[in-house]
C-alpha cells in the first residue's frame, strides 16, 4: 500500500519521539516473530514465500478486532496480542488444524512503542506456544483495529466441520462457559456479586485455543466448531450444515463457580449458552467413539464433558433437569442483529 514520507506520529514516548517509521516499526517488533523451515521468505519482503507439506490440507481463517466493538480502549496490549492470535487458533483447532503461519494487519492511531511492545510480546508468546510464525502484515494509520490471517495443516481430507454431524452423535463441550460472557457483564457494571472478577477476567481477555483437543480429535469428532457467539449460535451452525437438530441438558453444562453461583441465583442460562467469548470447542462424536474422546480428554488433562445429543428432529431444544424445554433463551451474538 502507498505510505506517507512522514514517520508515523508518535507520543512523546522516550522511545518514539525521535518519530519511528513503518519499517522501524514493523523491524523491531514484528520482524523475528517465530522461526518455521516451511517460511522460505518471512516479514520483509512484498510476499511471504510458504513451502506446504504435500500431503495437507491448509485451513485458512481471519479475524478482526475492533476497538470499542471486541475490546475497550483501556485493554492490555499484551492481551490483545495474545487474544487477536488466539481466536484464529480456535478457528484452526476447529477444524482439527495445527497453526502454522500468521499474517498481521494493524491499524493504528499513533505510534506508542509500550502498547506496541505489550502487544508483540502478547503475540509472540503464544505463536511461540504453538509453533507459529508471523510470516508478514500491514501497518497503517486509523482507528485502532487488529486482522490476523493464520493458516494451519491438517492430513489431507482429515479436517473436521461444521457438516459432519448425524443423529445419534453425542455432544461434547470443552472447559466451560459462560466465563468470559459473566466478566464482561461484570465488566459493565452489571453484576457486582462476584467474588473472582480477576478469574473470569483472565478468560475474556486471555482464552487458550483448544488446538491439541482439536487435532486429537481427528478421525473421531464427526463435526466440531469453535464456541465464539455462544454454544446455541455455534452449535446451530453446525446442526444447519449437518441437516440434524440436538437436545442439549442444560444441567450438564460445564460451568465455573462463578457463572454457577450466577445462574442458580438468576436463572439466567443464556450467560453460558448465548453470551460467547469462550473459544471452548463443540463437538459431535459418533456414539460408539465416547471412550475415544474420554481418553483423550484425560490424556490432554482437558475437561470434555457431554452436553447432549444430536437428534433427526431440525431444531436446538434445551432441557431443564426434570425434562421440560426452556424456552425463550436468547440466540448469541451477532454483529449485524439489530440493523434494519
Ligand atoms: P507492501 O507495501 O509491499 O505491501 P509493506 O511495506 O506494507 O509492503 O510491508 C513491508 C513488509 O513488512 C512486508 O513483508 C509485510 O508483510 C511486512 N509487514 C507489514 N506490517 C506488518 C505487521 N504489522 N506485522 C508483520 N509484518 C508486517
Ligand atoms: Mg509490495
Known amino acids: 500500500m502507498p505510505r506517507r514520507a512522514a514517520p508515523m506520529p508518535g507520543r512523546q514516548d522516550p522511545e518514539t519521539a525521535q518519530g519511528l517509521g513503518e519499517f522501524e516499526l514493523i523491524e523491531r517488533y514484528f520482524s523475528a516473530c517465530g522461526k518455521r523451515n516451511d ?7 512484498d510476499c ?17 478486532l475492533v476497538e470499542g466493538v471486541h475490546f475497550s480502549p483501556s485493554a492490555d496490549p499484551a492481551s490483545l496480542g495474545h487474544k487477536a492470535l488466539a481466536v484464529n487458533l480456535s478457528d484452526l483447532a476447529a477444524m482439527g488444524a495445527e497453526p502454522a503461519w500468521a499474517v498481521l494487519a494493524l491499524t493504528l492511531p499513533q505510534v506508542n512503542a509500550h502498547w506496541l511492545r505489550g502487544f508483540s510480546r502478547g503475540f509472540s508468546v503464544l505463536a511461540a506456544r504453538y509453533g507459529v510464525q508471523l510470516i508478514g502484515g500491514d501497518t497503517t494509520r486509523g482507528p485502532l483495529s487488529v486482522t490476523v490471517q493464520a493458516t494451519g495443516f491438517v492430513p489431507a ?23 468470559a460472557g459473566l466478566a464482561l457483564r461484570f465488566s459493565r457494571g452489571l453484576n457486582p456479586d462476584i467474588q473472582h472478577p480477576e478469574v473470569l477476567q483472565q478468560r475474556l481477555e486471555w482464552p487458550e485455543p483448544r488446538v491439541s483437543v482439536g487435532m486429537g480429535l481427528r478421525g473421531t469428532a464427526s463435526a466440531a466448531v469453535d464456541l ?6 455455534d452449535l446451530g451452525h453446525v446442526l444447519a450444515a449437518s441437516h440434524v437438530g440436538a437436545r442439549v441438558h442444560v444441567a450438564s453444562l460445564p460451568l465455573g463457580s462463578e457463572v454457577r453461583r450466577y445462574v442458580a441465583e438468576t436463572g439466567d442460562w443464556g450467560i453460558a449458552l448465548a453470551a460467547g467469548d469462550d473459544y471452548e ?3 459431535a462424536v459418533p456414539a460408539h467413539l465416547q471412550s475415544r474422546v474420554e481418553d483423550l480428554g484425560r490424556k490432554l488433562g482437558c475437561c470434555l464433558t457431554q452436553v447432549g445429543l444430536v437428534e433427526r428432529q431440525p431444531g436446538l431444544r434445551c432441557v431443564a433437569a426434570d425434562g421440560r424445554e426452556i424456552l425463550g433463551l436468547p440466540s448469541g451474538y451477532q454483529h449485524f442483529a439489530s440493523d434494519g
Open 48 to 64: 511471504a514465500l510458504l513451502r506446504a507439506p504435500p500431503d495437507a490440507d491448509l485451513a485458512v481463517t481471519v479475524d478482526t
Open 157 to 179: 481430507g482429515e479436517a473436521l466441520q461444521r457438516s459432519g454431524a448425524r443423529p445419534g452423535d453425542l455432544l461434547y463441550v470443552t472447559g466451560t462457559l459462560g466465563d
Open 228 to 233: 465464539s457467539d455462544g454454544l446455541l449460535a
Open 39 to 45: 517460511v522460505l521468505l518471512g516479514v520483509g519482503d
Open 281 to 283: 470447542l463443540c463437538v
